[in-house]
Each structure stands twice: as C-alpha cells, then as structure tokens.
C-alpha cells in the first residue's frame, strides 16, 4: 500500500489554494496548511482536520519556521 502524500499548500486559505487543499484533503494527503489571513486558514484548519501555520512567504525567517515545522510535523515534504 502506499502511504499519503505530506504536503505543505501556500495560498491555502482561498482561491486554487484552497481548491488545492481540498483535493488533497480528499485523498488523504497530511497537511499543512499556510497563509496569512489567520481567520479564514483557521476556518479550513477546522474544516479539514489539517495543521496550519500563519505564515507570510515573504519574510525569509518565517518560510524557514514554515519548513521547520513540516519537518516536526512530517519528517519530509512530498509535495510544496
């Protein structure tokens, strides 16, 4: 059998994020969801049963505490 994919999904609090999101979610992937507006990305954390991190992808610091966080979350990242 193969195991479920881990993923990390940028952008996952609407549009084709959140699209994305669902569609893994629907596969059984783990996820982590990450976007900026806390509120909406807490809405789908909720909905989804996924982890999630508030995140702005461009402050360098906060992407590597993004991928820090997969790798305690995951061990590794199948898909970005």
Known sequence: ASRPLNAIVIGAASGAGEQFARQLAA??????LVDRDE???????????????HCDVL???????M???AD?????????
């Open 59 to 65: 402050d360098e610091l906060k992407v590597a505490a």
């Open 67 to 69: 991928f820090d966080a």
């Open 39 to 53: 509120l909406a990305l807490a809405r789908l954390r909720h909905e989804l049963g996924a982890e999630a991190l």
């Open 72 to 80: 305690q979350l995951f061990g590794h990242v199948d898909l970005l």
């Open 27 to 32: 596969r059984s992937a783990a996820l982590l």
